[in-house]
């Protein structure tokens, strides 16, 4: 069994969006790090649903065409719009950090919280 060379790509992108949220420091470059490994899922889904075929299944005079799934297309555009959503959300609460600590550095806001 050989994996496509798209999808090797596709797990190459979110493998480098999974090791940039635990390698980085700072805030922003593990936000950047998550959408990108948001983004190599949703390309998974894309070439997952498209195996079959890449026509729209609606009405045509042409027979016997592989149509594409449209159940994860419906799927991907509400996980691109609960992503857009939480890296706003992160995005607020890493301005939040940015008025009281003078660094976005992960390590050093641990170190100046801790009790």
């Known amino acids: ?18 090791l940039g949220t635990f390698l980085k420091k700072n805030l922003i470059m593990k936000i950047i790090a998550m959408d990108v490994m948001s983004t190599g899922v949703i390309a998974y889904y894309v070439v997952i649903s498209s195996r079959d075929g890449l026509f729209t299944p609606i009405l045509s005079t042409v027979k016997q065409q592989n149509y594409a ?7 991907i555009l509400t996980a691109i719009v609960i992503g857009f959503s939480i890296q706003a959300l992160m995005l607020v609460g890493v301005m939040k950090l940015a008025k009281d600590n003078p660094t976005l550095d992960s390590s050093e806001i641990e170190k100046n919280n801790t009790p």
């Open 69 to 75: 799934d449209p159940v994860p297309q419906a799927v």
């Open 1 to 18: 069994m050989t994996i496509p060379l798209l999808e090797l790509f596709v797990f190459a992108t979110v493998l480098c969006g999974f």
